[in-house]
């Protein structure tokens, strides 16, 4: 069996992909989706629990919400990226820089 959820509900959502730059890729960095006040985090983990894994990409809710400030990066050897008013309702993707 296959079940589908198409519910249609016009909320808006932003999803974040990103591409490291060393082995580990993205693993561990943290993203926070930043409209107004409200600070929004979620982070890069391969896994949740046994023999199982997870998407690499964070997905972020956003409600009535259609637009972003800004999608902070905080890659896991302490760089910083910065995406200023992104696209909502589509996949964002962030490479990390060489800096």
Do not use: C, M
């Amino acid at each position: 069996r296959l079940l589908r959820n198409d519910q249609q509900s016009d909320h808006h959502w932003l999803r974040v992909r990103l591409i490291g730059n060393g082995p580990r890729d993205a693993i561990g960095a943290v993203v926070e989706v930043r409209r107004g006040d409200e600070v929004q985090p979620g982070s890069i983990a391969p896994t949740r629990s046994y023999l199982s894994q997870s998407e690499s990409l964070v997905t972020f809710g956003l409600g009535d919400g259609s637009k972003v400030d800004e999608v902070v990066v905080h890659w896991s050897g302490g760089q910083t990226q910065t995406v200023t008013n992104p696209p909502v309702d589509e996949v964002l993707i962030v490479t990390q820089d060489d800096n």
